[in-house]
């Protein structure tokens, strides 16, 4: 599974708007997300699957 799909699969109230410090502009705002995930990199040469890890994805509103 990808990145994008496991996003877009989400439900919305897994999505936090988070303002981290003020810029030249405006506040730095984005949206962020986080899940556990198993990597699947060279999951094949391994007699055990990955640990689980958290994924922390930043997708800000509107961008797609």
Same mark, same amino acid.
């Given at each position: 599974?990808?990145?994008?799909? !496991?996003?877009?699969? !989400?439900?919305?109230?897994?999505?936090?708007?988070?303002?981290?410090?003020?810029?030249?502009?405006?506040?730095?705002?984005?949206?962020?997300?986080?899940?556990?995930?198993?990597?699947?990199? #060279?999951?094949? !040469? #391994?007699?055990?699957?990955?640990?689980?890890?958290? !994924?922390?994805?930043?997708?800000?509103?509107?961008?797609?």
């Amino acid at each position: 599974m990808s990145v994008k799909d !496991l996003a877009l699969g !989400l439900p919305s109230r897994a999505w936090r708007g988070v303002t981290w410090r003020e810029g030249s502009q405006a506040e730095l705002t984005s949206r962020f997300a986080a899940a556990r995930v198993r990597p699947a990199h #060279r999951n094949t !040469l #391994r007699s055990e699957p990955w640990p689980k890890e958290w !994924l922390l994805i930043e997708w800000p509103k509107g961008s797609y």
